[in-house]
């Protein structure tokens, strides 16, 4: 296991265009029983209510979303492009069919009982706050539609964020 420091919210340097955008990131869900994880390229980080917020965007479709919906927490993985292969199995491989950290090379870590990837470079630990079913109604833009030709629609996790740590 890698041993990794908090850091205070203010020290945080990313860009999120960057880091989640190109370099994705593993967000990870469940107990030290049962877990998952799955990989997400949309998502941020920012401020809500007053408190430190990162938030994403999961599919109805995705077994992590079992997890996300029945668990208070989740964490946001990011990690170095030498686990490219991994984020992409991750992407491509439902945990429904098998136990894909092991599959990917990777390793389970917990901070405070959550969930997260150990070869994380840093991670978000995130107390979930709310979740918002993004159904066509709310749409304003047309364009918007072709993401969800096949009614599998997201929904938006916003979790406080109650601890950053880097490896
Ligand atoms: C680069 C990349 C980015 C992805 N981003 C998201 C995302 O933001 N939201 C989402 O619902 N699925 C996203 N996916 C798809 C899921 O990671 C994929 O469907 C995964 O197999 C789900 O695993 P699960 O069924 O074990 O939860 C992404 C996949 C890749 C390869």
């Known amino acids: 296991m890698h041993v990794f420091q908090p850091i205070p919210v203010d020290m945080l340097e990313i860009n999120p265009f960057e880091s ?4 994705w990131a593993l967000v990870s869900s469940g107990s030290k029983k049962r877990a998952n994880t799955m990989t997400v390229s949309w998502g941020g980080i920012g401020v809500l209510w007053g408190k430190n917020v990162a938030f994403i965007f999961v599919r109805d479709s995705r077994y992590t979303k079992e997890f996300l919906d029945q668990g208070e927490f989740f964490s946001i993985s990011f990690m170095s492009q030498e686990y490219r292969e991994a984020l992409n199995y991750c992407g491509s491989h439902s945990g429904r069919d098998g ?5 990917a090379g990777l390793t389970w870590n917990y901070k405070l009982s959550i969930p997260f990837i150990d070869e994380g470079s840093f991670v978000v630990l995130c107390h979930k706050l709310s979740a918002v079913k993004l159904t066509e109604d709310s749409f304003l833009s047309p364009e918007i539609a072709k993401w969800y030709k096949d009614g599998d629609l997201h929904t938006m996790y916003i979790g406080e964020i109650i601890e950053l740590m880097a490896r």
Not at 99 to 103: G, L, N
Request: glycine share 12%; aromatic share 12%; proline share 11%.
């Open 20 to 23: 989640f955008g190109k370099d």
């Open 99 to 103: 136990d894909k950290v092991p599959e």
